[in-house]
Every structure is written in C-alpha cells, then in structure tokens.
C-alpha cells in the first residue's frame, strides 16, 4: 500500500469544513448586513441635563408623596413603614454599605417591606413625617446631620 492508497484519517472532514466556510462565505457577501444603517438625531447635552433633573424631581416627589406609615411593632415601639430613598438611603444615620442597619442609637431597619420601603423602629425621622403630615416627609435636615 502506497502513500496514493492511503488516505489521511480526517481529510475527508476538513475537506467538508473547507467547503462549508466557502459556502458561508459566498453566502454573506451576496446577503445584506444584518445591521442597518439609520439617521439619528443629534443629541443637545442641555436638553438632555434638563429632563434627567426632571427626572430625578419627579421620583423625589414620589418619595415624598410616600409618606411615613404608622403601624403597630410586635413589642408595641413605634414602627414605621418608609419609602427607603427618601428616607434611609438620603439620612447620614444609614450604614455604609454592604452594612445595612441604621446608626442612630435605639433607631433600627426591622426589615425590607418590599423593592422601595423598610420598616423602621423609632425612627424620629419617620415620626416626625407622620407628625407633619402637611410637610415634606424625610427632610428635617437637623435629623439628618
């Protein structure tokens, strides 16, 4: 048997791969790019500024207008249930992260209500909202230092 007779063991599939990118290749250069090139309309740095602000206004507005609830704490303290950005995220007392807890002695996070609220316990910030139920919710600054 001569090297005529023999055949290399895997010819016969890089000749079948050989023919399959020629295949691909041929097929891609007659076919339009799958991406489309589209106008865009220049953006205004200004205008873009002004409606994040906005924005940011709008979802501090839905804070606020998400007052502190009073509800009854299993011991009987002082529970509240607050938008958590208004609230804890925005006060000084609030943890460093990863630590979540709230700093403030005899204040603590008893838990995560849901996405957007915790639930305090003698939280004089919340107690004041709830007292205040006219002003803005969360934003005593002297609470806050």
Known sequence: ????????????????????????????????????????????????????????????????AGRAEAVEGASGEADHVVPKRSFCQSCLHFATPPAFACTRAGTEIVEVVDADRFRVRNCPVARDAEADSGADSGTNSKDRR
């Open 1 to 64: 048997m001569g090297d005529a007779d023999r055949d290399d063991p895997l010819s016969d599939l890089a000749d079948r791969v050989g023919r399959q990118g020629a295949d691909a290749d041929a097929d891609e250069s007659s076919e339009a790019s799958p991406f489309e090139s589209m106008a865009v309309e220049s953006v205004d740095p200004e205008t873009l500024w002004a409606e994040l602000a906005d924005a940011d206004t709008d979802a501090a507005a839905a804070g606020a």
